[in-house]
């Protein structure tokens, strides 16, 4: 009995690690747009966006959750061309570094994502 406590807690333990892992801010790779993933509340919502203000809030990222193998999430992640939410792998490639990749039919695309400290601050529209 004592072993099987010990299992599941180093099994829980190694699931909270792991999500807070992907927790904090990424900017995309090519545009100005900014993120923060919250494992804790499943999702990833948009802080910033230089190109849509409007969008701030929005939740790019729902339904994430780990799998059984490292670093690497399942979730529903907005597609902005389909406009829908399509399924998605999200993996930490290496501490700073994040992928979404989405499969649309025969397609498959990945998007990188940098971790920031922090998301700058947008002064005088600039």
Do not use: C
């Amino acid at each position: 009995m004592k072993t099987i406590f010990i299992a599941v807690l180093l099994s829980v333990a190694s699931i909270v690690r792991a999500d807070a892992g992907i927790a904090g801010f990424w900017q995309h790779e090519k545009e100005p747009v900014w993120i923060e993933m919250r494992p804790d509340g499943a999702v990833g919502v948009l802080v910033r966006n230089d190109n849509r203000p409007d969008r701030v809030g929005f939740q790019l990222v729902t339904d994430l959750a780990a799998t059984d193998k490292p670093n690497v999430w399942a979730a529903q992640v907005y597609a902005a061309q389909l406009q829908e939410y399509r399924n998605a792998r999200i993996s930490l490639e290496s501490e700073d570094l994040m992928a979404f990749t989405v499969k649309v039919g025969f397609i498959t695309r990945t998007v990188e994502w940098q971790r920031v400290a922090e998301v700058p601050i947008l002064v005088n529209g600039e």
